[in-house]
């Protein structure tokens, strides 16, 4: 899993309440990248980022929010918007942010709710 | 819109047979096209890609892939599979225009009998 650390490893939501994942990577890779994964259904993009301080919705943004204030910080945090929290979710970065390079992703965190 | 497309949710094969996992993609412009494999309870582990060149393409254990422009498809083999290859195997198109994001295909369960 390189150079990108995802914390927790198992996460627990209780209704009605805000988590954050954080993702740091030593890469020095520019652009990062959320996905979430549900059985069958591949990896679908939540946010991307290119550079610091500037970030983009990616398929499915709605009940989570992002922030890029450091080059090796891409938190998620899933609000209470997000009524189907459950899945495990994976960051990914990739060095210039271009289409052709390789993405590396963390080892993910399992979000669950209780 | 680029979509991938794995139409086999698992493939099944005998150790030392030859392996053949399926993808067809579509972009509106050129593709570059991955494959990643995801071990469980874990991050994506990058194979290989093709980005422009030569057709086929040879990648990480053994694993091979074969880019048919005609057919849009990229087809993963391998001539002899291990058991150790049993695992998840994701598809991946990004092209150099719009947002530069991978988009995933479904997933291919490959398992791998002794």
């Known amino acids: 899993d390189g150079g990108i650390t995802q914390s927790p490893k198992y996460l627990f939501r209780k209704e009605g309440q805000n988590v954050t994942l954080s993702c740091e990577q030593n890469?020095?890779?520019?652009?990062m990248y959320w996905y979430r994964q549900d059985p069958g259904q591949g990896l679908r993009l939540i946010y991307y980022s290119q550079i610091v301080n500037d970030f983009q919705k990616g398929d499915i943004a709605e009940g989570y929010s992002v922030s890029r204030e450091k080059k090796e910080s891409f938190p998620l945090t899933v609000t209470s918007a997000q009524k189907n929290p459950t899945a495990f979710y994976l960051c990914?970065?990739?060095?210039?942010?271009?289409?052709?390079?390789?993405?590396?992703f963390g080892a993910g965190t399992r979000l669950s709710v209780l | 819109a680029q979509s991938v497309a794995q139409p086999e949710d698992q493939v099944n094969v005998a150790e030392g047979n030859p392996l053949t996992v399926k993808c067809t993609y579509s972009v509106s412009g050129n593709p570059y096209l991955f494959w990643y494999v995801q071990y469980p309870n874990r991050g994506l582990q990058f194979l290989l890609k093709y980005i422009t060149g030569d057709n086929l393409v040879k990648g990480s254990y053994g694993f091979e892939a074969e880019f048919n422009k005609s057919q849009t498809s990229f087809h993963l083999k391998k001539p002899s599979a291990l058991v150790s290859d049993s695992a998840l195997y994701f598809c991946?198109?990004?092209?150099?225009?719009?947002?530069?994001?991978?988009?995933f295909g479904s997933g291919t369960r490959l398992q791998v009998q002794p």
């Open positions: 890469l020095n890779h520019d652009a």
């Open positions: 990914a970065s990739t060095p210039l942010g271009g289409a052709k390079n390789i993405q590396y």
């Open positions: 991946a198109v990004s092209e150099d225009t719009g947002r530069r994001a991978l988009t």
